[in-house]
């Protein structure tokens, strides 16, 4: 018993031993205590984080003496030499001298200065997000440069970097703590309407250009990542509470409020558990143009007229007012006339909204750098999204559900994303079909005619107008008598109608669209380094995807079922450091195999130099190929839009798109058959361009089948110190081959185009149908452009000043129909002024943007983007005491509305008061 009590004593007294506590406080230069702060154990992977109030306290089974690192961004690191037990220190980390010092992951897959990274990158981290001038941290990523923010309602923003892109922005890739954040059957990214709470992001990374050789198809023009907050590291209960005013011209003065809260705790050096829920609701930017961008000028008193936020007036036909009333030709005439539409005001709910909540428990089994992370993401989202029509997304869900496991050198990622649209619907087919509900278009059309002829002979005859007049009266009485009992809304009738629409999921007569889509995605990389005794840093990787494609037939042409196909990819990179480590060359290659296209190989070769006895120059070249393949809509869309049939040219999906139309009169009368059934294939491969049609020279078009498209991409850049400058400039030039591309063909409805007989009577007597197809251009497209950044202090004032050019290259007048979507201004300029300790826990920031002029080109509509300015600026407050930061800003101080794309809401101000707890 003796004996035993000895040997406990012993070990307890071994454990007391082992165990070191330091503890001690990180400030700033003017003893302004740093949060969030890194101290690790040099040579380890052990550390801590400094609290709200810059306290740490460590604890190791390492004996003194040792090291400690503490760092922080945008500070210079610091170690010191802890020499016994129960240490306390107090570290002061100097501001670092540029950001170029600061830490990314994204360019090379593994931690690198942006100093040293081989391609640009911008990042945005803690302090960004405490300075940030814009209502969210993700509206303030437009402040960085060769970042473009198209912005399609109050929820969702879309990211563009070096053009190229719609709302729907399938060019750009966004990555929440490695998952895809693209929602599976939209095959675009939803900004951060179902994305992330300030509150745990940690850091966003941007890569603007090409990173097919890591990343794979979905990573064409740029990347971005949003890291968060590890609960072991960041720990205990944060919160914020944000109000404010949205103004806007169309939508008056609304009240706007976003409020979170985030919890995390570690139970142990081995178990840690964290949870976020944030709230976002509001008035969405109201769109109300009635511009007729078909007939400039026009309004409603035009029979043909078209309002851009006019819907049911693209209904429209040429009536023969002779051959219907049995004159001869040249009595009364024709007229193109078009349907009485609705406002999209009375179709729309423009109330905005974000749900966002997660949940993660993270495991280190050994208390050492081994992870495993089980984590669940859910957003649901209300707005209004911007494709070939406007759709009123209302109840919009997304799932991430994650296991990972990961050390220092690999991690194993598995997740799966699905998507519910919930009620969502679109705003077009709701008033066609509300508008046929109440009358048919044949009906409605008939009753213009009957009353137009009367009044337009008697006009004449007894009034004696003259043909002009007696038409403008005859199109108003016309229309009187057409639209005479229309569904008004705001009334019962109205209401129900359109309620009825807008739960139905055929568009024939209703609005509704149903996508449950969803992938699956496993991948993984490995880091050998430490295998070779760091002789080089070597990683190899690899991934599986498979989509589910679930839309009942509303979008895709699932109706027997969901639609599956999968794609797989491996990488291998090579990292090696030369010349006394001032030359870093960097090789990557990755090789992607879709089930319905070819392999494809990227690879990617970079070199970066740094010069000066002080290191503080950095020069960079790469060139590298990517890739990206067809969407799942590009290949088993089948969706009628209302101005073209849109089918995608999957093999598989040509036939799977079955259609009914009906013939007219004198079709019946040749073809003896009073409907006629078409197939997707037909668009492909039995069809006229429409742009023949147009010029009155009907043209044969066979549309081959889409393939990947391809880009070349050159980028040489510098970063560097110049006394207080910190500079950063780059330039790119960027080759595309088999250019995806959309293309409208015309259909007829009975012969074989390019029979010189029957189908050309069909495209006479109306008898034909425009189908979108998808393919690739034969044009050489190319782009080019440069950024350049220039940072510094002016005292203790901060002073940043970016410009970016970009330039589309191609040959117009050779593919007048090729429709790029390029969509980014030649010129752009920010600047931001600010100074995050004006006095003791005051600082402030200021943000300036200027926008060129630019030509919007998108399936809704295009036209052209007025040049604009912009000014946003923001004061916050510190109160340790409390360890809350209170900010009051606002964004588009100068309260000139803009917008970004055709067909959007203007945009607004927003003034907002915020108090965040524990950031």
């Known amino acids: 018993m003796k004996k035993l009590m000895f040997v406990s004593l012993m070990l307890l007294g071994l454990a007391s031993y082992g165990q070191t506590t330091v503890q001690g406080k990180v400030v700033d230069e003017n003893n302004e205590p740093i949060p969030g702060a890194n101290v690790l154990l040099v040579g380890k992977a052990e550390g801590t984080t400094t609290d709200f109030d810059g306290n740490f306290t460590f604890n190791t089974d390492e004996v003194p003496p040792f090291r400690l690192q503490f760092s922080s961004i945008g500070f ?15 570290i002061t980390l100097s501001e670092a001298n540029t950001m170029l010092d600061e830490i990314v992951i994204s360019a090379s897959r593994t931690p690198e200065r942006i100093f040293e990274s081989p391609v640009s990158v911008e990042r945005f981290g803690l302090r960004e997000i405490k300075n940030t001038t814009a209502e969210s941290f993700y509206g303030g990523l437009q402040n960085l440069k060769g970042v473009d923010i198209n912005t399609n309602s109050l929820t969702f923003q879309s990211i563009n970097t070096r053009g190229f892109a719609t709302f729907a922005n399938n060019r750009f890739l966004q990555l929440v703590d490695g998952m895809d954040n693209t929602a599976p059957g939209l095959n675009f990214v939803l900004g951060n309407l179902v994305g992330m709470s300030e509150l745990d992001v940690q850091s966003v990374e941007i890569l603007p250009g090409a990173s097919s050789a890591l990343y794979g198809a979905g990573a064409f023009n740029g990347i971005l990542f949003m890291t968060s907050k590890n609960p072991f590291d960041f720990q205990g209960i944060s919160a914020y509470a944000k109000g404010g005013v949205t103004t806007q011209d169309a939508a008056g003065s609304n009240f706007y409020k976003d409020f979170g809260v985030r919890a995390a705790h570690a139970f142990s050096d081995k178990v840690a558990v964290k949870a976020n829920l944030s709230v976002l609701t509001g008035e969405d930017w109201h769109a109300n143009s009635r511009v007729d961008l078909n007939n400039p000028g026009a309004d409603r008193s035009n029979p043909a007229y078209d309002g851009l936020n006019v819907y049911g007036d693209e209904v429209s036909t040429t009536l023969d007012f002779d051959a219907a009333a049995g004159f001869p030709s040249g009595t009364v005439g024709s007229a193109t006339i078009s349907r009485t539409g ?3 005001a009375d179709l729309a709910n423009y109330n ?5 909540a997660d949940f993660a428990v993270h495991i280190r089994p050994f208390a050492d750098d081994l992870e495993v992370i089980l984590n669940s993401r859910i957003g649901r989202g209300t707005t209004i999204y911007q494709g070939a029509n406007r759709y009123a997304v209302a109840g919009f869900t997304m799932q991430q559900h994650r296991l990972e496991i990961k050390n220092d050198n690999f991690f194993l990622r598995g997740y799966i994303v699905s998507e519910n649209s919930g009620d969502a619907y679109d705003t077009r087919f709701a008033a066609i079909n509300v508008n046929r509900a109440w009358k048919s278009d044949t009906q409605w059309f008939t009753d213009y005619a009957g009353a137009y002829i009367p009044t337009y002979l008697g006009s004449i005859q007894g009034a004696g107008l003259t043909p002009e007049e007696a038409s403008a009266q005859a199109h108003i009485t016309g229309r009187q ?3 005479q009992g229309r569904l008004i809304p705001g009334t019962p009738a109205f209401e129900s109608a359109f309620n009825t629409v807008i739960n139905n999921g055929d568009l024939t007569t209703g609005a509704k669209f149903i996508d449950k889509t969803k992938f699956r995605h496993v991948n993984g990389n490995y880091n050998i380094a430490h295998l070779i005794d760091d002789w080089a840093d070597i990683q190899i990787g690899g991934s599986f995807r498979e989509y589910e494609l679930n839309s009942q037939g509303t979008i895709f042409t699932d109706i027997d079922g969901p639609i599956k196909y999968n794609e797989y990819g ?4 090579v990292q090696k450091k030369f010349l006394d480590d001032r030359l870093k060359f960097t090789g990557s290659a990755r090789y992607d195999k ?9 690879p990617r070769v970079s070199l970066a130099y740094t010069l000066g006895e002080e290191r503080n120059h950095n020069l960079r070249v790469s060139v590298q190929q990517g ?17 073209a049939i849109l089918v995608g040219s999957a093999p598989a999906n040509l036939d799977r798109d079955v259609r009914t139309f009906e013939v007219s009169a004198q079709g019946q009368a040749l073809i003896g058959q009073s409907t006629v059934e078409l197939v997707g294939r037909d668009a492909y491969e039995n069809a006229y361009s429409t742009s023949s049609l147009q010029a009155g020279t009907p043209e044969v078009v066979n549309t081959p089948l889409v393939q990947p498209e391809e880009i070349t991409a050159f ?3 510098y970063r560097g110190q110049v006394g207080k400058f910190t500079i950063d400039l780059s330039g790119y030039y960027n080759s595309y081959s088999n250019f995806l591309a959309n293309t409208t063909t015309a259909v007829p409805f009975y012969g074989e185009a390019g029979d010189g007989g029957l189908s050309l009577l069909a495209l006479q007597n109306g008898d034909f149908q425009v189908y979108q197809t998808y393919t690739n251009s034969e044009a050489d497209i190319n782009s080019y452009g440069a950024t350049v950044g220039v940072d510094t202090k002016l005292g203790n004032f901060d002073l940043g000043v970016n410009y970016t050019f970009a330039e589309l290259d191609i040959d117009e007048g050779r593919y007048p129909d090729l429709r790029t979507n390029f969509n980014t201004p030649k010129h752009k300029v920010k600047a931001s002024f600010g100074n995050a300790a004006l006095f003791k826990n005051f600082g402030f920031n200021v943000n300036y943007r200027w926008s060129d002029s630019y030509y919007w080109e998108a399936s809704f509509a295009d036209g052209d983007i007025p040049a604009y300015t912009v000014l946003d600026a923001q004061v916050n407050y510190s109160v340790p005491s409390i360890k809350s930061i209170f900010k009051l800003g606002g964004s588009n101080l100068l309260g000139d509305e803009y917008y970004t794309a055709i067909g959007t809401g203007f945009i607004g101000s927003i003034y907002y008061l915020s108090w965040t707890i524990n950031p």
């Open 715 to 717: 980028e040489a850049g």
């Open 342 to 344: 609705y406002d999209e």
């Open 481 to 483: 008598a057409a639209d």
């Open 570 to 573: 491996a990488y291998l990179q």
């Open 352 to 356: 905005a909204e974000s749900v966002k």
């Open 627 to 643: 890739f990206r393949n067809p969407t799942t809509q590009d290949l088993f869309i089948g969706l009628n839009a209302g101005r």
């Open 594 to 602: 879709n089930e319905f296209f070819d392999g494809f190989l990227s």
């Open 76 to 90: 210079s690191d610091f170690i010191t030499n802890v020499t016994s037990n129960n240490q306390t220190l107090t």
